[in-house]
Nanobody, 121 residues
Framework: QVQLVESGGGLVQAGGSLRLSCAAS????????MGWYRQAPGNERELVAT???????NYADSVKGRFTISRDNAKNTIYLQMNNLKPEDTAVYLC???????????????WGQGTQVTVSS
């Protein structure tokens, strides 16, 4: 009913940059918040950054100053500008959204399939 599609991942050298995007589509009335999470092999999924529809952001300490999350509410899309990438940033990055499908609906959490980010040293 609601789909999140990530794009923009790839292989970069340490110090390089990538820009991820996540587009939400389907039965969407309102998106309260969206965010990026990441999961490396053997690791727990961790929050990278979130943003509310009002523009309030939250970042993991490890990415503050390097990553910037932004949102285009009209397009139901978020972006993650990742600068000064480090090998420890290597992970599958997953998009998350808290979606209200119609007026009066409760919020439902959705996840994308993820996009691979690999940073070489």
């Amino acid at each position: 009913q609601v789909q999140l599609v990530e794009s923009g991942g790839g292989l970069v050298q340490a110090g390089g940059s990538l820009r991820l995007s996540c587009a939400a589509s389907g039965s969407i009335f309102y998106i309260s918040s969206m965010g990026w999470y990441r999961q490396a092999p053997g690791n727990e999924r961790e929050l990278v950054a979130t943003i509310t529809s009002g523009g309030i952001t939250n970042y993991a300490d490890s990415v503050k100053g390097r990553f910037t999350i932004s949102r285009d509410n009209a397009k139901n899309t978020i972006y993650l500008q990742m600068n000064n990438l480090k090998p420890e940033d290597t992970a599958v990055y997953l998009c998350n959204a808290l979606v209200k499908k119609y007026s009066g609906d409760w919020y439902t959490e959705y996840w994308g399939q993820g996009t691979q980010v690999t940073v070489s040293s």
